[in-house]
């Protein structure tokens, strides 16, 4: 059983930062694409970014430019999203999740999520 258990959320004002976690469990993740997605109040979900654990991330330039980086830690099986300079329409519930397969940005391509961790950033 695949699990994804983000982490990390909380209340940041304008202008802070958050490191969010995603910590993947029940099977060897190598092949696997991970990536982070988010969803605020009355909006679809939208995607963030995405890395491969043998490498390479991508952020999309449009949501996040310069702001967020992916990263992750093999030996812990866990994937990062960094966000800096956060601003209130950052404020959302943020997902991790993962696919067995090539690139893709469409949640209904990704067969595990997570629960989610809000993300709330005041004014």
């Known amino acids: 059983q695949v699990q994804l258990v983000e982490s990390g959320g909380g209340l940041v004002q304008a202008g802070g930062s958050l490191r969010l976690s995603c910590a993947a469990a029940?099977?060897?993740?190598?092949?696997?694409?991970m990536a982070w997605f988010r969803q605020a109040p009355g909006k679809a979900r939208e995607f963030v970014g995405a890395?491969?654990?043998?490498?390479?991330?991508?952020v999309d330039a449009d949501l996040v430019k310069g702001r967020f980086t992916i990263s992750r830690d093999n030996a812990k099986n866990t994937v990062y999203l960094q966000m800096n300079s956060l601003k209130p329409e950052d404020t959302a519930v943020y997902y991790c999740?993962?696919?067995?397969?090539?690139?893709?940005?469409?949640?209904?391509?990704?067969?595990?999520w997570g629960q989610g961790t809000q993300v709330t950033v005041s004014s």
């Open positions: 999740a993962a696919r067995l397969s090539y690139y893709s940005n469409k949640p209904n391509e990704y067969n595990y």
């Open positions: 890395i491969r654990w043998s490498g390479g991330s991508t």
């Open positions: 029940g099977r060897t993740f190598n092949n696997y694409l």
